[in-house]
């Protein structure tokens, strides 16, 4: 632990069953479950508005309404699935039908939702420290302590719950996105894989008038994002495809070295990107979270009320069962694609590579 401070000196500001760290959709999944089956819940979030600012393309399958429930408020748009481009030119149509949400209005839905479970929320409140007792936050630069008997990372990659379990720092992506308007209404989204976009793709997911339009790239292998999306942005203006206005920026990064080798340990679980529970070539992981959210906050239910912490060890098995194939063929391919850029012809190496194409699902 850090020398500036003691654990046993700092003071109590609360204590519950369960702590969650991070109210985006794995974090309030994660919280919402625990606290409907009538354990104590305290979900923390550093950011003083939950869902803001957002760094999503925002395309979730259509799927998802199985797991959690998504009010209209929450749709930007349904999409039939999406069209793939190589070299720029389109090589396939793949259904897949999907919504491409707001996503501040997703995630407040569902930190709203944890709150009604029962679930605390506490926001501007920052986890510097995951210890044996619970959680050092940091609140308007004071330090305190959540004591909590299970403590459930859910924070991002850069997870200060993944850091107390010894993890490894993950490989992450480089993204930026614009949101500008489109010259006409589409109902495919767009995915563009080119040399210049290194170990990534860009693409454009229309939001009825508007569209993300963004890239992500392995930096490992090259590129720059920023003059990445310049491109793109540029290529697509050219095509007549949307106006020169950029209504919003943003960026991020995303998880693309697979799952954490460990994501469960005595009292503590990770959850969504903390885990990552993030797919290495399409970078889709809502779908994972919520998923993973639900697992961990189910078995955190049943270690409290047993008394028994060693009901947390099935976590692991129990993700793998659920999604565990899904990532593995990812990561899989991810590191083909890594290995082989440069070496082997660049649209033999996508169709290897993107789930649009049988040859990614081959063995």
């Known amino acids: 632990m850090n020398a500036e401070y003691r654990i046993d000196e700092l003071p109590i500001l609360a204590k519950g069953d369960v702590v969650v760290i991070g109210a985006g959709p794995a974090g309030s999944s994660t919280a919402a479950t625990a606290a409907a089956g009538g354990i104590s819940v305290l979900m923390l979030d550093r950011k003083e508005h939950i869902g803001l600012p957002v760094q999503c393309a925002e395309y979730v399958p259509l799927s998802i309404a199985a797991e959690v429930p998504v009010p209209a408020a929450c749709i930007a748009q349904r999409v039939e699935g999406f069209v793939t481009y190589i070299h720029w030119e389109q090589v396939a ?57 299970i403590v459930i990372g859910s924070e991002g990659p850069k997870s200060v719950a993944a850091q107390a379990m010894g993890c490894s720092l993950q490989t992450l992506a480089y993204a930026k996105q614009i949101t500008v308007k489109l010259r006409k209404r589409l109902q495919w989204a767009q995915i563009y894989f080119s040399p210049s976009f290194p170990g990534g793709y860009a693409w454009l997911f229309p939001k009825n008038d508007l569209a993300n339009v963004g890239v992500s790239l392995d930096l490992s292998l090259g590129g720059n994002a920023a003059t990445a999306l310049g491109e793109f942005q540029q290529y697509l203006m050219k095509e007549g495809v949307i106006s020169e206005e950029v209504i919003r920026r943003t960026g991020g990064t995303i998880p693309i070295g697979g799952p954490q080798l460990k994501i469960q340990e005595k009292n ?35 270690s409290i009320r047993r008394g028994d912490i060693d009901i947390l060890k099935q976590y692991p098995l129990q993700c793998l069962t659920r999604f565990g194939e899904f990532l593995k063929r990812g990561f899989e391919r ?12 660049f649209s033999v190496l996508v169709r290897k590579t993107w789930f649009a194409f049988p040859e990614y699902f081959e063995s």
């Open 93 to 149: 149509q793949t259904r897949a039908p999907g919504y491409v949400l707001h996503r501040d209005v997703f995630d407040r839905y569902l930190a709203e939702r944890a709150v009604h479970s029962g679930a605390k929320l506490l926001t501007k409140a920052q986890a510097v420290a995951v210890a044996d007792q619970g959680v050092v936050i940091k609140e308007q630069g004071k330090l305190s302590i959540v004591k909590a008997n």
């Open 334 to 345: 991810k590191g083909e694609y890594s290995i082989n850029w440069g070496k082997t012809e």
């Open 268 to 302: 503590l679980m990770l959850v969504g990107d903390a885990a990552g529970h993030t797919h290495p070539i399409s970078g889709e992981g809502i779908f994972p979270a919520i998923v993973a959210g639900k697992i961990a906050g189910s078995l955190a239910v049943d």
